[in-house]
């Protein structure tokens, strides 16, 4: 018998793609699928990208570039990066990366060590979980408190829960799956926190970008103390319909950002030459491409909300970041006699044709958790179907 890495037993996976294959596996029975369940963006890629990166790739941008990427859209990032958050970077402080995801694994083979404490959102983007586990740390969730306003990280926890070998915080400010938003107080307190424990932190900025106010953005970063200990996740995928594309980037200091530099030479030698070229001239120009797509969302983020909220036993505060919404449906599972909350999104997929995530997709629940949720993303569907989707979601709850 062939034998496999005993490690494999602790990598996660998320769980979400298969929510995504059942969807489709309804589809192809001839059934219509209404698709609330991915992250992804269902709208196209800016024009000037396109044509960037048509140009670049006529004009030989095909060969290998450097494992840190090319100076130009390393220099763009420095730049908009920083201004946008408040701090300076230079070209040192930034590497390329294929997406955002690389930069968590990169980063926790860069600062943790086997038996490391690493505390991570839960309900959080499961693969902190995994790449935590399978690096030979040890998952720390911390949680959030449901206010009338969203969702807030619950410090208190959070702090009894560190102990002497906490090394790292995982943070995501405009979070999937709860848009919960930091106030400043709360990100505040989160960098207290890290410099009194000496922690270094992952600030995954992936929504950063996907925002529906004229309030500036909110990064830990900008704090006193914490430039020197945080790493940043940057990466294209929403604010230019990039998924597919797979291109991000790292940004921190310039000693972590060297050492993190090392995992591209040995995995993927370079991150895509001509996009990265076909980017560089943008990053940093007052973007209506990406206005456009974030009016599109915040017009489906609005439909969403006014259906969902007409719905007997639903109340959702209306958040101001990301493409997720995440109903508290604990009072509509007991009216309908559901104690699962898989054969609660199995039935609603059979009856409506709604797809849906649920909790359970973003970690493993916690001891004492009672109230049961669902995640719907708005990313990747359109407003008529957001607005049969969700009629016929309320038509099969409340009868
Ligand atoms: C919180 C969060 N971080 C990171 C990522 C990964 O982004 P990318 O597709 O650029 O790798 C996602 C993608 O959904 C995400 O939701």
């Not at 980063?107 to 399978?134: C, H, R, W």
């Amino acid at each position: 018998m062939m034998v496999y890495n005993k490690k494999l037993e602790k990598l996660g996976t998320e769980t979400a793609f298969a929510v995504s294959a059942e969807a489709n596996a309804w589809k192809e029975k001839g059934n219509k699928v209404y698709p609330f369940h991915l992250g992804d963006i269902n709208l196209q890629t800016p024009e000037i990208i396109r044509q960037n990166t048509n140009y670049y790739m006529n004009k030989k941008k095909n060969g290998y570039c450097p494992a840190e990427g090319v100076p130009e859209l390393r220099m763009a990032l420095a730049n908009d990066v920083g201004k946008k958050r408040g701090v300076e970077y230079d070209m040192r402080n930034v590497i390329i990366q294929p997406g955002g995801k690389p930069t968590i694994w990169k980063f926790l083979a860069t600062v943790m060590n086997k038996n490391d404490e690493v505390l991570y959102p839960n309900p959080g983007y499961p693969i902190y979980e995994s790449q935590i586990s399978y690096q030979g740390g040890i998952p720390i969730p911390y949680t959030y408190i449901e206010t009338k306003n969203g969702f807030a990280i619950d410090i208190e926890r959070l702090s009894q829960s560190i102990t002497g070998n906490t090394k790292i915080l995982i943070i995501n400010n405009y979070q999937n799956p709860l848009s919960a938003a930091s106030s400043q107080e709360e990100l505040e307190k989160l960098a207290e926190l890290a410099v009194t424990h000496n922690l270094w932190v992952l600030s995954d900025d992936a929504y950063f970008e996907i925002r529906y106010t004229d309030d500036k953005a909110k990064s830990i970063v900008a704090i006193p103390g914490m430039k020197k200990r945080t790493v940043i996740l940057y990466t294209f995928s929403k604010k230019y319909a990039m998924t597919g594309w797979r291109i991000g980037a790292s940004i921190g200091p310039a000693n972590v950002i060297k050492q993190m530099a090392r995992f591209n030479i040995n995995d993927e030698s370079c991150t895509n030459h001509f996009i990265q070229f076909a980017l560089s001239s943008i990053v940093e120009s007052q973007s209506s491409d990406a206005d456009k797509i974030l009016n599109t969302l915040r017009l489906r983020r609005n439909l969403c909300l006014e259906k969902l909220n007409l719905i007997d036993g639903i109340k959702i505060a209306k958040p101001e970041s990301t493409f997720y919404l995440f109903p508290n449906i604990t009072n509509i599972m007991e009216k309908k006699g559901y104690k699962s909350l898989d054969n609660f999104r199995k039935d609603a997929l059979v009856n409506t044709g709604v797809s849906f995530c649920t909790r359970d997709h973003f970690g493993t629940p916690l001891p004492g958790e009672d109230q049961q949720y669902i995640r719907l993303a708005y990313s990747g569907i359109n407003r008529n179907d957001i607005s049969v989707g969700i009629d016929k979601l309320k038509n099969w709850i409340e009868n």
